[in-house]
């Protein structure tokens, strides 16, 4: 079964703080994955696709690791209002559609 | 800035009846999908809908499911006669992209929360 995998958490981190989160997949034929951010009781929204090696947005890193199939999200600088769940996704499938991990909930502490 | 629109927000219903979920997708995306979250879990893909067809489905998305582009703005999701598992937020997505560009970024709306007794 073709899945991404990520650690649940929570990360507890305090303000200002550099977090970083992982997420491995099994189905290497994809060619683009995504983070997206989660508050709870709310939609996904997107924070970064990640198409080669990496990408970069400010405070948000994302990299990727064919080899070993993960990609990472690196987060500087954390501000209170980073406190959400971070869902890891890949598309798969002829219609591209997002196969999504279970989400890291991340808490920035004052 | 464009959006994914979903309506009803919350529906409440009781199990056996049938109900309609309705999305708007970004005006200008031609594929368009249903994901589905029951509380504390993943989210799950349901169906993807491309050129006015069904372009893949997941094996949750049985008979009991059909997707609708009733006109030039809609896109439906039927569930045909509920079930207590089905309740869950159905989130709606579309994308500009599909097979053989690099990226398929997709756009959620807020999503509906379903509520089956």
């Known amino acids: 079964r073709k899945e991404v995998e990520q650690d649940p958490g929570p990360f507890n981190v305090p303000e200002g703080a550099t977090v970083a989160f992982n997420c491995t997949y099994s189905n290497s034929a994809s060619q683009s994955f995504f983070w997206y951010r989660q508050d709870c009781r709310k939609e996904p929204k997107l924070l970064m696709s990640v198409y080669s090696s990496g990408n970069e947005d400010g405070r948000f890193t994302a990299q990727l690791n064919r080899a070993s199939q993960y990609i990472s999200l690196l987060i500087r600088d954390s501000k209170l209002s980073d406190s959400a769940t971070y869902l890891c996704?890949?598309?798969?499938?002829?219609?591209?559609?997002?196969?999504f991990g279970s989400g890291t909930q991340l808490t920035v502490l004052p | 800035e464009p959006e994914v629109t979903q309506t009803p927000s919350h529906q409440v219903t009781q199990m056996g009846q049938e109900v309609i979920l309705r999305c708007v997708p970004i005006s200008n995306h031609l594929y368009f999908y249903w994901y589905r979250q029951i509380l504390g879990q993943k989210v799950e893909f349901l169906v993807s809908f491309y050129n006015n067809e069904i372009s893949e489905k997941s094996e949750i998305f049985d008979d009991q499911f059909s997707v609708e582009r009733p006109d030039g703005s809609n896109f439906t999701l039927k569930i045909r006669s509920t079930k207590l598992e089905d309740s869950a937020m159905y989130f709606c997505a579309s994308s500009d992209r599909a097979s053989g560009w690099v990226g398929n970024e997709q756009f959620f709306g807020p999503g509906t929360r379903l509520t089956v007794l």
């Open positions: 996704g890949q598309d798969t499938g002829s219609a591209r559609q997002l196969t």
